[in-house]
């Protein structure tokens, strides 16, 4: 399987904008919900994620052949367990803050339905560089959409953006925004921005070919 | 939306038959009704009141024609009910409610409360509870923020909290209550007070509004009467407010009886807050509120049984919002249960009814759905089996 | 991406075992090889933010001790030259002896958890001993309700309750008054906390955590307080 770079560029963008996880596919809702409160927050649950799926998509192709189909599950749960504590003690070593902030929600990257997903569907199939480039596509789309979703919750729920005051002193944080409720709303907020983008874009197509 | 036909026929089901009051009408005279409680509001707290009533209605206005424009959405912006939502909505706010504050609530009210359901007639909560909600749960110091009522002046300058800024924490009003001889604690509504000090208003001060420089909302007995207006023109069902304040009327006395110590009388628990003012025109709202009668009476004495346990047992003073929210929520369920059996048909033969309702046997298909050729399969019975299979 | 990249054959136990195990085996090596890596910067880390937080509530404080006051009334010191930090004797309360340039105890530190609003509210309180007092306190967990129950760190009413008298009762067995938090403005004597309105149940849960731990912790080591004056 050959591809170009111009489908292996496309099979990257595929996982930030078509397939994206978290405004498209709608999965891994959990850590996006409750780690989102600051955009730091976010991007490190984004790059953690990042890590474990594409370390396991990788070892997974890597296996594919070796993997039984009777026990393919149970193998990717123990690849995937294996690099979620790789990164639990990485983010350790890191920062005990960020660890702290972070919480349960690191072990539970082992739960989180796009890495097995993305192992599943996609990786048990194909070869090494697609499963790359397919990988770090889905991660790159999961953490644009941790992080759009921490930035707007930070920026309103504290004022700050990555801890810099942007309203002075007298601000007023919307202190739902900070609450499991506030993250609803802004990923709500943000799947109507998408879909009417979508939307418009489906219309522009369709007058563009009734006009051809 | 979409090509009509030339001859335009319009295919509806029953009933065909229309009345003659439109939406559009029955929403003008609850303005109309409003007008006078609005009055009064103003009134109490002078020109903030009258500004937050504007900037209110008129981001709920502006947020409707918003939606209304982008498609997909019942009814226009002249049909008055957004006006409803955000006069309701300021009624409910602190006066001294910062501007920009009241503007987001109204935003939220119109897109969150009804336009996400498609508009007016389908929303499930009331939409000016809902923009309440948010701006609770957002600021809720600002919204726990009240100041006297007629306090000189106040037809001349402005609470200082109302011109806050856009974005930034209200001004403190403690230092211009100081100026005017008033200390921090005159800004507590009459239930906060109970609830933290301990100290219970007379419920007759609180029926008219008028004595002293109460922290309160607009009289009692005028939105009663503005109440009685539309029940007696029969714009709304005077069982739901009648049923919430029997409810919480009974619930309190109760509770008094119990323990007259712990516990306030009756009358302040049904004059302040805004149980009068969320049981004449919030929980009223046509679109939130079940249609059958006994519907009415159960929701009503769910939303008044709820206020008083909130305001007693939980760590607000007041619960009228959340009462009646949750009462929204509930009724579908409470329309469900209190179908009116149709005639010829027995309580009996309903209860046979439904008990043999939709059953699915255990299918093998059920079990496993791992062969892809799998088929659910048909339902073995019908929910109203013919006696008597016809003949073929 | 069809179906038909794995073949539709069945596999043997065997096979199956083996490659599990394989597989298993393969983790395994690198999750020990992870938590080799990283074990000594993790260690560190959680050194530097106990030290941290223990700087924090005893500001003069240069180097810290940490000690564990057993139930029968002997001080252990633990982590390096001392118990091993699993060794510590059963119903032992762990603390940390705060000392200055000079080598002097400035102060001791210890946690208390008490149940806040939606969350155990985790601090570090500072007892100073040469006044009997717990002279303040730094927050180690909690999850209050941000810009209500996180005030306690910033209040300036609730802060002015510090510092908090916490002398013992005559027999040396309790402390002479229980640390109490009461309705905010109502503060009257040196061992009350002046809750924050709006704030009570997170102003509470700081009380009843100083309160609790310095029960236990206070009696055990002021009469041996001239064991930690100096620092090992």
Redesign the interface.
């Known amino acids: 399987m050959t591809l170009t770079s111009v489908t292996r560029w496309d099979e990257f963008m595929e996982g930030i904008w078509r397939q994206n996880p978290l405004f498209v596919m709608v999965l891994g809702l959990c850590p996006a919900l409750a780690v989102t409160v600051s955009a730091v927050n976010a991007l490190s649950m984004g790059l953690a994620t990042t890590f474990v799926l594409t370390c396991s998509c990788v070892l997974v192709s890597l ?1 594919r052949k ?6 393919r599950i ?2 990717y749960i ?2 995937i ?3 979620v ?2 990164v639990d ?2 983010i ?6 960020l660890y ?1 902030a972070l919480g349960a929600f690191i072990q539970l990257i082992v739960v989180n339905c796009i890495i097995l997903g993305r192992a599943e ?2 990786a ?2 194909n070869p090494l560089l697609p499963t790359l480039i397919n990988a770090l596509g889905m991660s790159a789309g999961f953490t644009i959409g941790l992080f759009a979703l921490g930035s707007v919750r930070e920026i309103l ?3 700050t953006f990555f801890g810099i005051p942007l ?2 002193p ?10 499991p ?1 506030g993250g609803f ?1 802004v990923l709500g907020a943000w799947l109507l921005i998408f879909a009417a983008i979508a939307r418009r874009k489906q219309r522009k197509l369709a007058e563009a070919t009734q006009n051809a | 939306m979409g090509g009509r036909p030339i001859m335009s026929i319009e295919i509806r089901s029953a009933p065909h038959i229309k009345g003659t009051r439109t939406v559009e009408q029955i929403m003008r005279h609850v303005v109309w009704s409003l007008l006078p409680v609005c009055a009064f509001f103003v009134f109490q707290y002078g020109l903030s009141a009258l500004l937050s009533l504007l900037v209110v209605t008129v981001s709920c206005l502006l947020t409707e024609r918003f939606f209304v424009r982008q498609g997909g959405q019942s009814g226009d912006i002249g049909d008055f009910s957004a006006i409803i939502t955000g006069l309701l909505l300021a009624l409910s706010l602190p006066p001294g409610f910062p501007l920009w504050m009241g503007a987001v609530a109204g935003i939220v009210a119109i897109a969150l409360g009804k336009a996400l359901f498609g508009g007016i007639g389908f929303n499930v909560f009331n939409p000016a509870l809902i923009g309440r909600a948010f701006v609770q749960a957002a600021f809720p110091q600002a919204i726990a923020t009240y100041t006297p009522s007629f306090m000189p002046g106040r037809f001349y300058e402005f609470i200082p909290s109302s011109m806050t800024l856009p974005l930034m924490q209200p001004v403190s009003v403690v230092e211009w209550l100081k100026d005017r001889q008033f200390d921090a604690l005159a800004g507590a509504t009459p239930l906060a007070k109970w609830k933290f000090e301990g100290v219970l208003a007379n419920a007759d001060d609180l029926l008219t509004s008028l004595s002293g420089h109460m922290a309160v909302g607009p009289s009692p007995i005028l939105i009663l009467l503005c109440g009685a207006y539309l029940a007696f023109r029969r714009f709304l069902d005077w069982r739901i407010p009648a049923a919430i304040l029997g409810s919480a009327g009974l619930t309190a006395w109760m509770l008094f009886a119990l323990n007259d110590v712990r516990f306030p009388n009756p009358f302040f628990m049904l004059f302040s807050g805004g149980l009068i003012l969320g049981a004449v025109y919030m929980a009223t709202d046509m679109a939130t509120s079940p249609v059958t009668p006994k519907g009415m009476w159960v929701y009503g004495a769910l939303i008044g049984l709820l206020t008083v346990i909130i305001r007693y047992y939980s760590g607000l003073p007041e619960g009228v919002m959340y009462a009646i929210l949750l009462a929204n929520a509930a009724t579908p369920l409470i329309e469900k249960i209190t179908q009116p059996t149709p005639f010829g048909k027995g309580v009996l033969s309903n209860i046979g009814r439904q008990k043999k309702g939709a059953s699915y046997p255990l299918h093998s298909g059920y079990i496993s759905r791992e062969d892809a050729s799998a088929e659910t399969p048909k339902k073995r019975f019908l929910p109203n089996k013919p006696k008597h299979p016809p003949k073929e | 991406m069809t179906s038909a990249a794995i073949p539709p054959q069945t596999t043997s136990a065997v096979a199956m075992i083996r490659t599990l195990g394989l597989i298993a085996a393969l983790c395994g090596l690198i999750i020990v090889s992870a938590y080799q890596g990283t074990y000594d910067a993790v260690q560190e880390n959680k050194r530097i933010a106990v030290e941290r937080a223990v700087f924090k509530v005893i500001p003069t404080a240069k180097s810290i001790v940490e000690y564990a006051a057993a139930p029968i009334g002997t001080i252990v010191k633990v982590g390096a030259g001392g118990t091993a930090p699993n060794a510590v004797p059963e119903g032992a309360v762990k603390f940390y002896a705060g000392y200055d340039a000079s080598g002097k105890l400035s102060g001791i530190a210890a946690e208390g958890v008490a149940k806040g609003y939606s969350d155990n509210v985790r601090i570090l309180y500072a007892y100073d001993p040469a006044t009997a007092m717990i002279s303040g306190f730094g927050v180690v967990a909690m999850r209050e309700t941000p810009g209500i129950g996180d005030k306690i760190l910033v209040d300036k009413g609730f802060l002015a309750s510090f510092p908090l008298q916490a002398s013992l009762s005559a027999d040396g067995a309790i402390l002479s008054r229980e640390i109490v938090t009461v309705k905010h403005g109502s503060k009257a004597n040196p061992w009350e906390i002046d809750a924050i309105t709006g704030a009570t149940i997170t102003s509470r849960a700081v009380g009843r955590a100083i309160n609790d731990s310095a029960k236990r912790l206070l009696p055990r080591i002021v009469p041996r307080i001239s064991e930690l004056k100096e620092q090992p």
Request: net charge negative; proline share 7%; glycine share 6%.
């Open positions: 296996l070796l993997i039984p189909k009777e026990v149970a193998t123990v690849i367990a294996t690099f504590t790789v003690y990485l350790q070593a890191v920062s005990l803050a702290d569907a996609h048990s199939k729920g504290a004022g309203f002075g007298d601000f007023q944080p919307w202190v739902v925004m900070v609450l409720p709303f």
